[in-house]
């Protein structure tokens, strides 16, 4: 009998407990709920957390070697390697898909610079650079043109030097 008044005593204690915590409010946090965010989002915001979503969802022909973020600008090295077929019709692709995906998909990249090297006798030399300002677009996106045209597009819109081995090759 002592047992059985026990156990109903700590199950109607806990009920009351229970019933009591319901009622309270939930508790309001000034600080945002990271946590709460979704995990496969697209990326409408570039920040240094998702630079690598970012930079991983690029359709890129040649190996990306070095990704900066400071400032709203961007920088991305392209890296060829020595033995590697060029092709001058991929490097454009590249240069292409990285500005479109810059100024197309997220709002807050203010500048984009970005380097093809290749590798030449051991070294890394120039082999066509690009500077691109947010002001300088006066294209709507979507926007994909041949290639042709993307070269064309590209130079007219932005700041493109060809290096020594560009010149030579093409």
Same mark, same amino acid.
């Given at each position: 009998?002592? =047992?059985? @008044?026990n156990i ?24 945002? @709920? ?44 392209? !890296? =060829? ?37 290749i590798e ?37 819109q932005f700041?493109?030097?060809? !290096? ?7």
């Amino acid at each position: 009998m002592q =047992i059985s @008044r026990n156990i109903f005593f700590a199950v109607f204690i806990s009920m009351m407990l229970a019933l009591l915590l319901s009622f309270l409010p939930e508790i309001n946090r000034t600080e945002p @709920r990271i946590y709460n965010q979704p995990a496969f989002q697209t990326v409408n915001t570039l920040t240094k957390q998702n630079l690598v979503d970012f930079i991983a969802d690029q359709d890129i022909h040649y190996p990306i070697e070095r990704v900066n973020w400071e400032n709203q600008n961007l920088l991305v090295d392209l !890296g =060829i390697p020595e033995m590697t077929p060029l092709d001058n019709h991929k490097v454009i692709e590249d240069l292409y898909s990285v500005i479109e995906l810059a100024y197309a998909r997220v709002h807050n990249v203010r500048e984009v610079h970005i380097r093809v090297l290749i590798e030449h006798n051991n070294k890394k030399n120039l082999l066509i650079a690009l500077s691109a300002h947010r002001n300088q677009v006066k294209q709507d996106w979507p926007f994909r043109p041949s290639v042709a045209d993307m070269k064309d597009f590209l130079e007219k819109q932005f700041h493109v030097y060809y !290096g020594a081995l560009w010149q030579q090759k093409f």
